[in-house]
């Protein structure tokens, strides 16, 4: 191939790679926005979006078209171009990552537990409002999502943390502050009584889970038939 085509070819590719390179950055934010773990560091959600998103193959489409520009190369801005957008691209993309997970935050979790839920028939309702009394009682650590089990027997709600945080030694103060009394602390799992209500917390990888409900009423559901194969700690906080 003449000088001039090969130099023609090289800067069409290394506009090709650029535009893949942002369109790349784009959709692994739009990823991380929806998918991405808010207790994770930008290192850590860029390396999940590129192993288990779609981030990996933009990588892997820019790689190919900014080394053919660089095969094609006849000019060192070329080739340094050529290196530089698959770069930048990573760059962007850590970038990127923190503004993603923080929007996440903002529009998927809240800063506290909610356990009322408009058209809960009784006497869920009833239990529901009673459980709601119970966390707004207390001061609460991390992030919460709106999924849990609510109704007659407690109302459990999982939260993430978005930093290292001592769950149970948060509680432990909030709960001494509330009046509260600890009737259990195994290290484990935390219990706690006050006028005939009971409140629980258990931590869990990248977060935990707490619940409200009466003294009569078994932690977590635990013991309840309909619980009996249920996890404490939910696979997805």
């Given at each position: 191939?003449?000088?001039?085509?090969r130099?023609?070819?090289?800067?069409?590719?290394?506009?090709?790679?650029?535009?893949?390179?942002?369109?790349?950055?784009?959709?692994?934010?739009?990823?991380?926005?929806?998918?991405g773990?808010?207790?994770?560091?930008?290192?850590?959600?860029?390396?999940?979006?590129?192993?288990?998103?779609?981030?990996g193959?933009g990588l892997?489409?820019?790689a190919?078209v900014?080394?053919?520009?660089?095969?094609?190369?006849?000019?060192?801005w070329?080739?340094?171009?050529?290196?530089?957008?698959?770069?930048?691209m990573?760059?962007?993309m850590?970038a990127?990552?923190?503004?993603?997970?923080?929007?996440?935050?903002?529009?998927?979790?809240?800063?506290?537990?909610?356990c009322?839920?408009?058209?809960?028939?009784?006497?869920?309702?009833?239990?529901?409002?009673?459980a709601?009394?119970?966390?707004?009682?207390?001061?609460?650590?991390?992030h919460?999502?709106?999924?849990?089990?609510?109704?007659?027997?407690?109302?459990?709600?999982?939260?993430k943390?978005?930093?290292d945080?001592?769950?149970?030694e948060?509680?432990?103060?909030?709960?001494?502050?509330?009046?509260?009394?600890v009737?259990?602390?195994?290290?484990?799992q935390?219990?706690?009584h006050?006028?005939?209500?009971?409140?629980?917390?258990?931590?869990?990888?990248?977060?935990g889970?707490?619940?409200?409900?009466?003294?009569d009423?078994?932690?977590?559901?635990?013991?309840?038939?309909?619980f009996?194969n249920?996890?404490i700690?939910?696979?997805?906080?």
């Amino acid at each position: 191939m003449p000088v001039t085509g090969r130099a023609v070819s090289a800067t069409v590719l290394l506009f090709i790679g650029a535009g893949l390179a942002l369109l790349a950055v784009l959709v692994h934010y739009e990823f991380m926005r929806i998918y991405g773990d808010v207790t994770g560091t930008a290192f850590e959600g860029l390396t999940w979006g590129l192993t288990a998103g779609p981030s990996g193959l933009g990588l892997s489409l820019v790689a190919v078209v900014t080394i053919s520009a660089f095969m094609l190369s006849t000019r060192r801005w070329m080739r340094l171009t050529a290196v530089a957008i698959p770069v930048l691209m990573l760059a962007g993309m850590f970038a990127v990552t923190p503004s993603a997970l923080g929007q996440r935050l903002e529009t998927q979790y809240v800063s506290s537990p909610q356990c009322v839920i408009e058209g809960t028939q009784e006497p869920m309702a009833s239990a529901d409002r009673e459980a709601q009394q119970v966390f707004d009682s207390i001061s609460h650590i991390g992030h919460f999502s709106g999924g849990g089990i609510g109704g007659v027997g407690g109302c459990t709600r999982g939260f993430k943390l978005s930093g290292d945080a001592d769950v149970l030694e948060h509680y432990r103060g909030a709960l001494a502050a509330a009046g509260w009394e600890v009737v259990e602390d195994d290290g484990r799992q935390l219990r706690a009584h006050l006028n005939g209500r009971a409140f629980a917390v258990m931590p869990c990888p990248g977060g935990g889970v707490i619940w409200a409900g009466s003294e009569d009423d078994s932690s977590f559901g635990q013991g309840r038939p309909e619980f009996a194969n249920t996890e404490i700690c939910p696979h997805d906080l």
